[in-house]
C-alpha cells in the first residue's frame, strides 16, 4: 500500500512524535511511506530570535538531504514555501495565508510526490490539515486523521479551525489521542460519532530492552543526585513561574531539563535548574536510568487540558516515577503518575517518588508495556484493515 503520511514534525534526532512511530510501523509491515514536514519558509533564516535561527539551520540541513529514505523506513520530505510561515502576524497568521504557505510551494509537492511514485496513494493519512488539498490533487480514494493535539487552541493553528473541521468530516477514519477531546469536541464536529476512535500516546517497545545500568552522560554525572528529569521542547506551554517555585522549595534536589530550549526564561532561575540543551534521543534513556524522577510541569490552558504525554509513558518505562500537572485527559487514565497542580502538591508528589521500592518501579514498566505505540498500531491495522 501506498500512504502519504501529512504531519508537522520532521524527523531529526532529539524529537520523536507519535507521527514518526505511526509511518515508521507503517514502513515496518512493507508499506510505501512518504512523510511530509511542516512547510517552512525559505527564508526564516532573517529573523533575529536565536531559536528561530537555531530551528532555520536544522530545517536547512534537513532541506538539503532532499527527499530521503530514512533508517525507520518511510521517505521524509521537508517542503519549502514561498510564503512566510510565521503565524503569529497579520498577514500571515489569517487562514488563507496558511493555505498558501502549503500550496505555494517550490517544487510543488504535488509534483514530488508524484516523482517519487506517489500520484495515486491508496491511504492519505493528516495531520498537518494544511495538506489537505493535496490528497485530492494525488487522487487518494482514503483520508484517515489523526488527531494528536487540541489544535483548535493553539496560538498558531487557531486560525485554520474551518479547514481542521472540513477535514474531519471528509475522513472515513478519524483516530483522537485524548478520550476528553472526543467527548467535547471531535465527535460533534464530526457529525458522525462511528468513525472516530480513541488512539492515545505511547512508548517504543524498544525501551524495554535498554540495559538497567548506563554510564552517567557527561554533562550530568557533575550534577549532585537526587535529580528530577523533564525531557521535552522548552516552549510556551511550561510553566516556569511553577517550576522556579518548585526548585525553591527543593534545594536538596536537581532539576534536570533536556530539550531545545525555544523561548526566553524569566528571571531569576534556581540554581539547582539545569538546563543541558538538546541531545539525541537514542541517548535519552542514560539520563533518564541515572535521575530519579520524571516530571512534567505545563501552565493548564485549553491548549494543553487535553494532552496525553509520550514523556509520561516513556519515564515509566524506564521505572522512574512519573510526577505531573493534572491535566484533565490525564485524570482521567488509570495509571501509576502523580498529578499535581499548586507546587506544594509539586513538592509533595516529588518527595513521595523520592522514596518509591522496587515493587513500585516493577508496576511503573509493566504499565507501559501494557501502553506500547505498537499496541497501538494494532488497533490502527484493525480499524484499517491494514
Known sequence: MKIVYASYNPFTPEVRVGAHYYSSLMASEGHSVLYLADPDFIFHHLDKREHVREGCREWYRIKRMG???????????????????????????????????????????????R????????LFWIENVRYLYLREKLGAPMLVQRVHDMTLASPVEKTIRDLFVESLRKSSVVF?????????????????PH??????????????????????????????????????????????????QVARALPDVSFIMVGPLQVILPADKPENIHFLGKR???????????????????????????????????????????????????????APWRLADSPEDFVRAIRESLEVNEDDRKCYVDFAR?????????????????
Not at 212 to 224: A, F, G, H, Q, V
Open 370 to 386: 501494557a501502553n506500547t505505540w505498537e499496541r497501538r498500531f494494532d488497533t490502527v491495522k484493525e480499524v484499517l484493515g491494514l
Open 195 to 244: 468513525k472516530v476512535h480513541y488512539l492515545p500516546n505511547g512508548v517504543s517497545e524498544k525501551w524495554f530492552s535498554v540495559p538497567k545500568n548506563l554510564p552517567e552522560p557527561p554533562d550530568l554525572s557533575p550534577i549532585p543526585k537526587p535529580r528530577v528529569i523533564m525531557v521535552g521542547v522548552y516552549e510556551f506551554w511550561v510553566d516556569y513561574q511553577k517550576l522556579w
Open 67 to 113: 527527499a530521503v529514505r530514512l533508517p525507520e523506513g518511510p521517505v521524509q520530505y521537508l517542503p519549502s514555501s514561498l510564503i512566510p510561515t510565521l503565524r503569529r502576524f497579520w498577514p500571515f497568521n489569517t487562514p488563507r495565508a496558511a493555505l498558501a504557505a502549503a500550496r505555494v510551494t517550490w517544487p510543488s509537492v504535488k509534483g514530488v510526490a
Open 115 to 122: 516523482k517519487l511514485g506517489f500520484s495515486e496513494p491508496d
Open 176 to 192: 483522537c489521542m485524548s478520550k476528553s477531546l472526543m467527548d467535547d469536541y471531535i465527535v460533534e464536529l464530526c457529525r458522525d
Open 280 to 334: 539525541p534521543h537514542e541517548i535519552i534513556p542514560a539520563y533518564l536510568r541515572n535521575s530519579d524522577v520524571g516530571l512534567s510541569i505545563f501552565a493548564r490552558t485549553p491548549f494543553t487540558e487535553y494532552v496525553n504525554l509520550i514523556k509520561l509513558y516513556e519515564y515509566l518505562a524506564m521505572g522512574l516515577p512519573a510526577v505531573s500537572t493534572a491535566h484533565r485527559e490525564l485524570s482521567l487514565i488509570d
